[in-house]
Protein backbone atom coordinates (compact mmCIF):
# COMPACT_ATOMS: atom_id res chain seq x y z
CA UNK A 1 0.00 0.00 0.00
CA UNK A 2 2.83 2.43 1.27
CA UNK A 3 4.58 1.76 -2.48
CA UNK A 4 1.34 2.43 -4.35
CA UNK A 5 0.78 5.82 -2.66
CA UNK A 6 4.65 6.92 -2.96
CA UNK A 7 4.32 6.65 -6.49
CA UNK A 8 0.97 8.63 -6.37
CA UNK A 9 2.57 11.27 -4.77
CA UNK A 10 5.57 11.32 -7.05
CA UNK A 11 2.85 11.33 -10.19
CA UNK A 12 1.17 14.39 -7.81
CA UNK A 13 4.24 16.61 -7.07
CA UNK A 14 5.63 15.43 -11.19
CA UNK A 15 2.44 17.29 -12.14
CA UNK A 16 2.64 20.52 -9.91
CA UNK A 17 6.11 20.72 -11.08
CA UNK A 18 5.03 21.01 -14.77
CA UNK A 19 2.11 23.01 -14.24
CA UNK A 20 4.33 25.55 -12.24
CA UNK A 21 6.29 25.42 -15.40
CA UNK A 22 3.62 26.19 -17.81
CA UNK A 23 2.36 28.82 -15.29
CA UNK A 24 5.76 30.67 -15.41
CA UNK A 25 5.33 30.82 -19.11
CA UNK A 26 2.23 32.10 -18.85
CA UNK A 27 3.85 34.60 -16.65
CA UNK A 28 6.55 35.24 -18.79
CA UNK A 29 4.04 35.55 -22.15
CA UNK A 30 2.16 37.97 -19.83
CA UNK A 31 5.20 40.37 -19.54
CA UNK A 32 5.53 40.02 -23.26
CA UNK A 33 2.47 41.10 -24.05
CA UNK A 34 2.67 44.14 -21.78
CA UNK A 35 5.89 44.86 -23.57
CA UNK A 36 4.55 45.38 -26.40
CA UNK A 37 1.72 47.28 -25.02
CA UNK A 38 4.28 49.37 -23.79
CA UNK A 39 5.96 49.92 -27.11
CA UNK A 40 2.86 50.57 -28.81
CA UNK A 41 2.14 53.37 -26.41
CA UNK A 42 6.00 54.64 -26.64
CA UNK A 43 5.67 54.78 -30.62
CA UNK A 44 1.55 56.41 -30.50
CA UNK A 45 3.02 59.07 -28.67
CA UNK A 46 6.51 59.36 -31.13
CA UNK A 47 4.20 59.77 -34.42
CA UNK A 48 1.89 62.37 -32.24
CA UNK A 49 5.14 64.07 -31.84
CA UNK A 50 6.35 64.02 -35.22
CA UNK A 51 3.08 64.96 -36.51
CA UNK A 52 3.09 68.13 -35.01
CA UNK A 53 6.40 69.24 -35.44
CA UNK A 54 7.36 72.03 -37.61
CA UNK A 55 10.07 69.91 -39.87
CA UNK A 56 7.71 66.85 -40.07
CA UNK A 57 9.46 63.71 -41.34
CA UNK A 58 7.61 61.59 -43.47
CA UNK A 59 9.59 58.71 -43.77
CA UNK A 60 9.58 58.69 -39.73
CA UNK A 61 6.09 59.13 -39.55
CA UNK A 62 5.47 56.36 -42.18
CA UNK A 63 8.49 54.14 -40.61
CA UNK A 64 6.48 54.39 -37.11
CA UNK A 65 3.32 53.68 -38.46
CA UNK A 66 4.48 50.36 -40.03
CA UNK A 67 6.25 49.18 -36.43
CA UNK A 68 2.45 50.23 -35.04
CA UNK A 69 1.36 47.84 -37.56
CA UNK A 70 4.16 45.19 -36.79
CA UNK A 71 3.40 45.70 -33.15
CA UNK A 72 -0.32 44.97 -33.76
CA UNK A 73 0.26 41.71 -35.27
CA UNK A 74 2.30 40.71 -32.32
CA UNK A 75 0.07 41.60 -29.51
CA UNK A 76 -2.58 39.84 -31.48
CA UNK A 77 -0.02 36.56 -32.08
CA UNK A 78 1.07 37.10 -28.16
CA UNK A 79 -2.90 37.22 -27.09
CA UNK A 80 -3.04 34.00 -29.06
CA UNK A 81 -0.09 32.46 -27.09
CA UNK A 82 -1.33 33.13 -24.28
CA UNK A 83 -4.85 31.46 -24.50
CA UNK A 84 -3.05 28.76 -25.79
CA UNK A 85 -1.31 28.68 -22.54
CA UNK A 86 -4.34 29.27 -20.39
CA UNK A 87 -6.09 26.49 -21.97
CA UNK A 88 -2.40 23.88 -21.54
CA UNK A 89 -2.94 25.32 -17.89
CA UNK A 90 -6.29 24.52 -17.00
CA UNK A 91 -5.97 21.05 -18.36
CA UNK A 92 -3.00 20.70 -16.38
CA UNK A 93 -4.74 22.05 -13.08
CA UNK A 94 -7.26 19.34 -13.78
CA UNK A 95 -4.47 16.37 -13.99
CA UNK A 96 -3.19 17.66 -10.40
CA UNK A 97 -6.77 18.25 -9.20
CA UNK A 98 -6.95 13.98 -10.38
CA UNK A 99 -3.62 13.11 -8.68
CA UNK A 100 -4.53 14.92 -5.80
CA UNK A 101 -7.59 12.82 -5.08
CA UNK A 102 -5.65 10.18 -5.86
CA UNK A 103 -3.44 10.40 -3.21
CA UNK A 104 -5.54 11.10 -0.60
CA UNK A 105 -8.37 8.57 -1.34
CA UNK A 106 -5.36 5.84 -1.09
CA UNK A 107 -4.22 8.33 2.18
CA UNK A 108 -7.61 7.47 3.44
CA UNK A 109 -7.77 3.64 2.53
CA UNK A 110 -4.00 3.51 4.54
CA UNK A 111 -5.55 5.50 7.34
CA UNK A 112 -8.78 2.92 7.24
CA UNK A 113 -6.39 -0.01 7.30
CA UNK A 114 -3.95 0.74 10.01
CA UNK A 115 -7.23 1.70 12.03
CA UNK A 116 -8.39 -1.95 11.32
CA UNK A 117 -4.87 -3.68 11.92
CA UNK A 118 -4.63 -1.71 15.32
CA UNK A 119 -8.20 -2.99 16.27
CA UNK A 120 -7.53 -6.51 15.47
CA UNK A 121 -4.16 -6.42 17.44
CA UNK A 122 -6.11 -4.63 20.49
CA UNK A 123 -8.49 -7.38 20.19
CA UNK A 124 -6.16 -10.17 19.87
CA UNK A 125 -3.86 -8.54 22.76
CA UNK A 126 -7.24 -8.69 24.64
CA UNK A 127 -8.05 -12.77 24.09
CA UNK A 128 -4.17 -13.36 24.99
CA UNK A 129 -4.71 -11.87 28.13
CA UNK A 130 -7.72 -13.18 28.93
CA UNK A 131 -6.48 -16.58 28.43
CA UNK A 132 -3.03 -16.11 30.52
CA UNK A 133 -5.81 -15.03 33.00
CA UNK A 134 -8.07 -18.14 32.92
CA UNK A 135 -4.86 -20.57 33.00
CA UNK A 136 -3.34 -18.61 35.95
CA UNK A 137 -7.12 -18.99 37.70
CA UNK A 138 -7.80 -22.25 36.89
CA UNK A 139 -4.14 -23.70 38.24
CA UNK A 140 -4.46 -21.93 41.25
Same mark, same amino acid.
Given at each position: *? @????? *??? /?????? @? *????????????? &?????? $???? @???? &?? =??????????? !?????? *???? +????????????????????? $???? /????????? &??????? &?? /??????? +? +? /???? =?????? $? !?? $?????????
Amino acid at each position: *M @QVVLD *MRE /KELEAR @Q *MEMAKILAVLNEQ &KAKLQS $IILS @QETN &KS =QIETLSISDDM !DVNQVQ *MHQN +YAVTLTTQGINQERMIANTEA $ILKK /KQQEVFEAH &KKVEVLK &KL /KEKQEQE +Y +Y /KEFL =QAEAKE $I !DD $ITSARFRFQ
